[in-house]
């Protein structure tokens, strides 16, 4: 019975992680189609609208708060959100998983960059959300608001690639760091966005939760790979066990 324990707790442990990131994926698609909801419905204009205003010098509508460094930071920032941004560090971690040889996760992430691309293209066009426009534009942008493409972008790239890149990195310390740099960078290039005026808050919501739910499926489905990856054959574990 002694011999069970250790198995019993991994499998425990196993459907824990798995059971949150299904929460992730539910909470993410649910948040995203509530927002969408009302978004479509105009609830959210006015306080779309405040929090805007509250980030722009009521006397100078185009001069965004706060000393000149920080808007220049913002856009530093905004950029990491970028397709050009994106593309780069999705090429550098294909070439990392090539070197690798591990070609599944390679094959993950360009699906899982790729993929939200054209979703985030699509949605766009399909919600048609005109980007906010009673401020003079600090930066300039063509496409519809509606999730916000940094945001969701951002979501699904760095927080797969978290996800991908803690499967090779077995230290505990080392998983919190890599996961929390991901959700620093999310956060902020999401928050970027609202300041320099390229999206409403709402607009930014969406994005990270579809990003979110997006992210949560690209973990499961590396799960699953290193699950079926390290699975020993039955004959084994029954003479481990016993």
Known sequence: MDSLKPSTKYFTGVDTKVLLAFIAMILGITGFLIIAGIVMKGAT??????????????????????????????????????????????????????????????????????????????????????RPSIFPKLIEVKTYGFPSGHSMMSTIVYLSLASLMIRVQGHRLYKIYVISVALFLTFIIGISRIYLGAHYPTDVLAGWSLGLAWASLCWYVSWRYYRKKTKKPDSMVNSLNG
């Not at 990392?96 to 899982?112: D, H, R, S």
């Open 45 to 130: 204009d006015n306080i779309d609208l405040q929090i805007l205003r509250s980030l722009r010098n009521p006397l100078h509508p185009w001069k965004p708060i706060g000393p000149d460094w920080l808007f220049e930071s913002m856009r530093d920032i905004t950029s990491l959100g970028g397709a050009t941004i994106v593309f780069i560090i999705t090429l550098i971690a294909s070439g990392y998983f090539l070197i690798k040889k591990e070609y599944t996760l390679l094959i993950l992430i360009l699906v899982a960059t790729i993929g939200g691309a054209f979703l985030d293209l699509g949605l766009k066009d399909f919600y048609g959300r005109v």
